[in-house]
């Protein structure tokens, strides 16, 4: 059976509020080259969302001219975001031969956008002669797009290669490279499954646990190692163990958890600098589940010496590194506060600036 | 009233006087000795409420200049001094300031007069406390009274106010405690005393104000008044209040009216005094005094009998000695020795009474003499009328026997009814002597006056309007709830008819014949008025002398019979007049013959009675 | 170079934190524990049918019922509906007819199944007249009379969790824990004009569908002052407390960690139907134009509270913001001058009863009184007797009520407050429209019967010692997921099979 990882040092906990106000962490990276029909899904919805204030608007009697439109998104959003939506509605209102202009002269027409527990509320407010005219529009946040994930820094390479709305628990590349996909133990409706996906984010195989009586736990450790075509599945009470083909057959026994002080996940993560097969080790702070995480790569073994860190700022927090498949890159899994979805990144270090 | 029972009275008066002087004088000097502790004790008082709240003043200083001197209210104002300070951070130090320094009221107000933190009231933070940043010189101010604003009502508190300044920033803390029932009771009170406080928040009277060291003061609206009356005018003023007719139940209540910082009127302080101990302290005297009284009074009653005994006896004597020669034992004599001026007045009674003896018997001597002398000259007066015919027809017949025999039967026939006429009349006065002598004892029976006297007039009303002799006229002034009395009606009719003669006899000219009646309680009283020349002083004195008349004829009886049936009625008459106006006889007749027996009422039978009556009626 | 400079001040700022945190560790989560929560009401009752809606003893009430009970589903943080007892569900396009699939297996804390009839007698009984909860095929189907396309908020909110009646009256749910122990509030024996506080006492159910919980007990006290919670958070009596608005300020000076909710609480004014006169037309606006809410949320209340301007606060309905309450003391003491001789709050004081419980909303009512009497309006604020509830009672007068939203929908938020507020009036059905719910707040809000005042957290103290604090916004605790971090030595027995009677819906105390 395969230990739970090296007894390395303990991971660090830091906090980062203060960097968090100096440092302009929005640096964008590449996009994503997957096309997720999830997100298409979204563009629509919020484009008809502004469509339907935009009808709305036109109807206002009396509303005629130019008019200085005025944008007030919600105070979470990010700039993409409040972007995005600008942009739409602008081109919503043209299209309704609603004449917009940057003059300050011109009468306003306020548009603002706040978010409820489930919807974004979309509020547009003119002045037409003495009366205020108010339309309003909402629409179900769980049918927007997602957040557009920040660029890593050119040093950490970062890309999301698989999102997913249930809670993952862990992911493992299949083979010693990515190209093979990747085993995800995620825990969906109270079951711990394991799916096998190929590099288009494709479901091949589904393997629950339940069926083998695992109980559905609130303690999110987990850790899927591979062993040949055998997957281990490592919980806090007990270890799992099938193989890809066989789904039905998944054996399960207890196991007594290690002492809480001496126990010590899937240790630290390394990867190996492409510029000289340096070591460089993941620290993530750990923080809170409702902050955002900056994940730290600094060279294994030093802990004073900084100038060589490299951060990379998630949208949530992160729930798991994992990249012993592959000393090149490593997997990052974190939550996107902003959708809730849970997020796996692939990290890589490049050269250079 | 007796002379004993005067003199009875005047000593005892003279004693309970004396007494009562005593006693008052005790009450009155003790009450003013007692009045005049109670003022000492009012102004002792009020000295001492006058230190006490001082020296509450004076602790309130303390504390507050405590509290502006801590560092916490440093820190705030240091806070407070910088710019966009949030003073709301501060809302509910006021309260822990409070507390902690055992004031009921602590504020923090800004500079600008902003309140920045009430233990009291903090709703009204972020308002304007205007009067307080008004006033620059705060730090050596002492403790004022002032009206709190508080969210259910006002109050009233001692209040001081200090600042503390840093830089150019000032905050002012205001601290102060509540006048209510604790302060009043702080104050040593002696016993018998009170104190009470009305808060003066209102512009009318509340009784529910008015506070004792108890709290809420019964029946305060009987305050009302006073503190009205201060609140016209703020001046000491003094009130006594009785609670129930109790005396004792009275207090003295002295005013002092509580003024606030710009001189008005925030409260008025009472100082109860009660009455209680002075009126029970006078009861008790009274009633020492009334015991002794009685004590004096029994004594005084005891000496005063025996003193006016002493004193009254030999009096008693004399007049019991003059009772009884006026009752004809003209020989009385008395025994009352002494040499002082009662023993005089005996010796000189005894010696009248001894002359008087001697004197009444030459007295009824020469009556009896006077009397049987006009007796005897009445008679022959009498006779002599009736005689001097008869001797004058005697001697016409003497002469007629010289005539012939015809002329001698005319002669002898008027002779012989001369004097039989004559004969008749010598009868009729011998008759009327030999009544006179034998009036019968009156038989008592019910008899109504008016209607005698009704009666009596009846017999001569014919004559009162004959042609050819004077027009007299008659008058009844007769009560008609004149009741019947006790009386012979035969003789009571005999003496109405000789009174109602006796007018007409005095009225020769005419006249008016007035007869009255009226209840005299236990007498009736008749009055027989005529309008005559009236009678002299002397006539009205020999009135009822048996034959004294006034008349050329008649033999005087007329008045005496009326006077006898009038005494044997146990009545009395008697006469007024007036010459040239006329003569009133009255005659005052008891009800009631007590002990005797009433006849029956006879019916009358008044043509015989009458014909009688005028028969007997003499002139 | 720029991007140098940058990265050397992140790398100063991760040193200096690392540094910080050497020998630090992410701490793995604990099974074990007492979690010892502090409540401010008095009273609550685990049986949802006796909370009225809006009213604060029905919030805390709630959060109780969430540790026993569960909901079809759930709500996360981030606008998606989470399976809990549900685990699909579809509906047609009318919104009319809702279909639900329910999770097998799951058992009631007495070891029963869960079955569809309880779903269906929970779901009716709180839905009420116009929704239709029937079976259906593994699970239950719910037609309402008028489209429907909230019924997931309400159903993910509020008092619409899964409970069995049995019935002898006790309540069964499957939630995560069980109640084992409920103590009534009495006088204390040392004291006896003191009050010892109501207790109940939750055990985790080690059989819970959704997994056993962290902690071992739940142990919540009620009803004692807040102050006394404060100081018991500091000294470690508590773990988890409620803080009143006004002790917040001093709770973060005593350096405690200090969790709070979006706006939770309305405060408002709430005038009588016998206001309903021309006369009183004058009189409600004039007080309306007379509050000064800002002052009173930003210094009354220090901030922690901000001023309310419509029924619904934005976070819920998005649109709060287009209402406003602008202050015009002139305006109003011109009203004032206006009012016919004998009105009230001219030569009579009005009376306003504050019906919320506490200093603070005693304190907001007496500085209504305060703002009133600036525009020479004359109002006294008074308690209620001891013996009135604290939900908004309809008595006369008027009346400073605090209304506590406990639904994810805006329109039953609506329906809800008019309801119990203004018996009168009528919301039309089928107004998820937010520019229809605006329009009809608006009107709602037109006459002034209703004056919002400010709104209010909910605030919580959280120790140090508790781990995986994640409330929701809108204050679900989600104390399941909570852990502790060192052992309790009050909790050493070991965990109890649940009985099957072994708890009954009424708490301590009256119902809410």
């Known amino acids: ?353 | 009233m007796t002379f004993r029972t005067k003199v009875f009275l005047i000593f005892l008066i003279t004693v309970l006087a004396s007494v009562s002087l005593v006693a008052y004088g005790v009450t009155f000097y003790t009450q003013r000795a007692f009045e005049q502790m109670d003022l000492q004790r009012t102004h002792a008082l009020e000295v001492q409420f006058g230190k006490e709240f001082a020296q509450s003043g004076d602790t309130i200083v303390q504390q507050v200049e405590n509290i502006t001197n801590a560092d916490v209210t440093v820190r705030m104002v240091l806070d407070l001094a910088r710019p966009n300070a949030d003073a709301s951070l501060y809302l509910h130090d006021a309260n822990g300031a409070a507390q902690s320094h055992g004031l009921d009221f602590v504020e923090f107000v800004n500079s600008d007069g902003t309140l920045v933190s009430s233990a009291q009231y903090p709703a009204r933070v972020g308002y304007k406390t205007d009067w307080v940043a008004s006033t620059k010189n705060w730090d050596s101010t002492g403790a004022f009274l002032k009206r709190e604003e508080l969210p259910d009502a006002a109050a009233l508190s001692l209040t001081a106010v200090r600042t503390q300044t840093v830089g150019n920033k000032t905050i002012y803390i205001i601290g102060g405690r509540r006048l209510d029932k604790n302060f009043l009771a702080s104050l040593e009170l002696p016993e018998g005393m009170r104190a009470l406080l009305y808060r003066n928040l209102e512009p009318t009277f509340i009784a529910s104000a008015l506070t004792d060291a108890n709290g809420g003061v019964p029946q305060a609206e009987t305050f009302q008044s006073l503190i009205e009356e201060i609140q016209k005018q703020p001046q000491d003023l003094t009130k006594t209040i009785s609670w129930n007719r109790d005396p004792a139940s009275a207090e003295t209540f002295h005013a002092m009216p509580l003024k606030g910082r710009n001189g008005e009127l925030l409260g008025v302080l009472l100082l109860g005094s009660s009455a209680k101990e002075l009126v029970l302290l006078k009861r008790a005297i009274l009633k020492i005094a009334g015991v002794v009284s009685l004590a004096a009074l029994f004594i005084g009653l005891l000496l005063s009998w025996w003193v006016s005994r002493r004193i009254t006896r030999p009096v008693e004597e004399l007049a019991n000695g003059a009772r009884d020669v006026a009752s004809g034992r003209w020989d009385t004599k008395i025994d009352v020795k002494g040499s002082d001026e009662i023993g005089q007045l005996a010796n000189a009674f005894n010696e009248m009474t001894g002359t008087l003896a001697a004197q009444k018997e030459k007295l009824v001597q020469t009556e009896r003499v006077a009397a049987w002398r006009e007796l005897a000259r009445r008679l022959a007066h009498e006779l002599r009328n009736p005689l001097f015919p008869l001797q004058i027809t005697v001697e016409n017949l003497q002469r007629a026997r010289q005539l012939g025999p015809q002329q001698f039967q005319e002669v002898f026939t008027e002779a012989t009814a001369t004097l039989k006429a004559e004969f008749a009349n010598l009868n009729s006065i011998v008759t009327r002597f030999s009544d006179f002598s034998k009036m019968p004892a009156p038989e008592f029976s019910k008899v109504n006056v008016n209607q005698a006297l009704r009666d009596a007039i009846r017999l001569f009303e014919p004559q009162f309007t004959a042609v050819g002799k004077p027009h007299i006229g008659t008058e009844y002034f007769l009560s008609d709830s004149l009741p019947e009395i006790d009386a012979d009606s035969d003789l009571l009719h005999k003496a109405f008819q000789n009174l109602v003669l006796n007018a007409m006899d005095a009225m020769p000219a005419g006249g008016t014949l007035s007869l009255r009646s009226r209840d005299g309680g236990e007498t009736v009283l008749i009055e027989v008025s005529d309008t005559g020349k009236g009678l002299t002083p002397e006539e009205c004195s020999r009135l009822f002398t048996p034959y004294y008349t006034t008349k050329q004829l008649g033999t005087g009886l007329g008045l005496a019979i009326v006077q006898s049936v009038v005494s044997d009625h146990h009545g009395t008459i008697s006469v007024s007049s007036e010459e040239g106006h006329g003569t009133t006889f009255r005659i005052e007749l008891p009800k009631r013959q007590g002990g005797t027996a009433l006849k029956p009422k006879a019916e009358a039978k008044p043509a015989e009675k009458e014909s009688e009556r005028a028969a007997t009626a003499t002139d | 170079m720029r991007f140098t400079k940058l990265r050397w001040l992140a790398a100063t700022s991760a040193a200096v934190v690392a540094l910080a945190c050497i020998g630090a560790q992410a701490a793995p989560p604990r099974y074990g524990g007492t979690l010892h929560v502090k409540l401010r009401v008095a009273s609550v009752s685990l049986d949802p049918r006796e909370w009225t809606p809006g009213s604060l003893p029905a919030a805390a009430s709630e959060k109780l019922a969430s540790l026993v009970y569960d909901r079809l589903f759930t709500l996360d943080d981030h606008a998606k509906f989470q399976p809990a007892l549900a685990t699909d569900w579809s509906h047609d396009t009318s919104g009319r007819i809702w279909q639900f699939k329910l999770r097998s297996g799951v058992r009631l804390s007495d070891g029963s199944l869960l079955t569809s009839a309880d779903v269906v007698a929970s779901l009716q009984s709180s839905l009420g007249k116009t929704f239709e909860v029937s079976a259906a095929e593994n699970g239950v189907a719910i037609r309402a009379a008028h489209p429907a396309p909230d019924l997931l908020e309400r159903l993910a909110s509020g008092a619409h969790f899964i409970v069995r009646r049995e019935a002898g009256g006790a309540l069964l749910g499957t939630g995560p824990f069980f109640v084992v122990e409920s103590i009534a509030a009495a006088p204390s024996e040392a004291n006896p004009t003191a009050i010892k506080p109501a207790k109940i006492k939750f055990q985790a159910n080690e059989g819970s569908w959704s997994g056993r919980p962290f902690v071992d007990f739940v142990e919540v006290t009620l009803g004692e002052p807040p102050l006394r919670q404060l100081l018991d958070l500091q000294v470690g009596k508590a773990d988890i407390a409620e803080i009143a608005p006004d002790l917040v300020r001093k709770g973060r000076q005593e350096g405690l960690r200090i969790w709070n909710s979006a706006p939770q609480t309305l405060v408002a004014l709430r005038f009588d139907d016998a206001f309903d006169t021309p006369a009183s037309d004058q009189l409600r606006k004039a007080l309306w134009l007379a509050l000064d809410r800002d002052t009173m949320a930003n210094v009354l209340l220090q901030r922690e509270a901000q001023p309310a301007d419509s029924l619904l606060p934005q976070w819920l309905s998005g649109y709060a913001f287009l209402f406003e309450s602008p202050m015009n003391l002139q305006r109003a003491r011109e009203l004032r001058a206006a009012f016919p001789a004998g009105a009230p709050g001219a030569t009579q004081p009005l009376r306003l009863r504050v019906d919320a419980p506490g200093d603070l909303y005693k304190l907001m009512g007496e500085r209504v009184a305060v703002n009133a009497r600036q525009a020479n309006l004359m109002v006294q604020a008074a308690l209620p007797p001891a013996s009135a509830s604290s939900s908004p009672a309809l008595a006369p007068g008027l009346h400073l009520i605090a209304w506590h939203y406990d639904s994810l929908s805006p329109q039953a938020e609506l329906e809800a407050f008019v309801k119990q507020l203004l018996g009168g009036a009528e919301l039309p059905a089928n107004t998820t429209d937010p520019e229809q719910l605006f329009a009809q707040e608006r009107r709602l809000l037109e006459d002034r019967h209703i004056l919002p005042l400010v709104l209010l957290p909910e605030y919580a103290g959280v120790r140090a010692n508790v781990h995986n604090w994640n409330a929701s916004p809108w204050g679900d605790w989600r104390l399941a997921d909570v852990w502790l971090d060192s052992e309790d030595p009050m909790t050493t027995k070991t965990p109890a099979r649940p009985q099957k009677n072994s708890f009954t819906a009424r708490s301590p105390g009256a119902r809410p």
């Open chain 1, 1 to 353: 059976m395969q230990s739970f990882g090296k007894n390395h040092s303990k991971m660090v906990r830091a906090q980062f509020l203060f960097a968090r106000v100096l440092l302009p962490l929005a640096v964008w990276a590449g996009i994503s080259c997957f096309s997720r029909p999830a997100l298409a899904d979204g563009d629509v919805t919020l484009r008809e969302t502004a469509q339907k204030l935009a009808e709305r608007v036109s109807t206002i009697p009396g509303l005629h001219g130019v008019l200085r439109l005025e944008w007030h998104p919600d105070a979470n959003w990010s700039e993409g975001e409040s972007a995005r939506w600008q942009e739409v509605l602008r081109g919503e209102f043209e299209k309704r031969t609603l004449s917009l202009t940057e003059d300050a002269g011109a009468p306003a027409l306020d548009v603002f956008a706040a978010e409820t527990p489930t919807q974004v509320v979309l509020t547009a407010k003119t002045r037409i002669s003495e009366r205020d005219e108010v339309r309003i529009v909402a629409v179900t946040r769980s049918l927007l797009p997602s957040g557009l994930p920040p660029v890593a820094p050119v040093r950490l390479g970062r890309q999301m290669i698989y999102q997913s709305a249930d809670r993952i628990l862990d992911a493992s590349s299949l083979g010693n490279s990515e190209d093979e996909g990747l085993a995800i133990l995620l825990y969906r409706n109270f079951e711990i499954v394991v799916l096998r996906v190929d590099l288009k984010s494709a479901v091949k195989e589904t393997v629950s646990l339940h069926p083998a009586n695992v109980k559905p736990s609130r303690d999110p450790r987990a850790e899927l190692t591979m062993r040949g075509s055998s997957v281990w599945v490592l919980l806090p009470d007990r270890v799992c163990e099938f193989s890809w083909g066989a789904p039905g057959e998944v054996k399960c026994r207890a196991e007594k958890p290690p002492p809480a002080d001496k126990f010590d996940w899937r240790g630290q993560t390394l990867l190996t600098s492409p510029c000289d097969g340096s070591s460089w080790k993941l620290l993530n702070s750990g923080s809170e589940p409702n902050a955002r995480e900056v994940l730290q790569v600094v060279p294994d073994g030093v802990m004073q010496e900084t100038s060589a860190a490299v951060l990379s700022e998630f949208p949530g927090p992160i729930v798991g590194t994992n990249g012993e498949r592959n000393p090149s890159s490593a997997l990052v899994i974190a939550r996107n506060l902003r959708t809730g979805n849970y997020e796996i990144y692939k990290i890589t270090l490049a050269c250079g600036n």
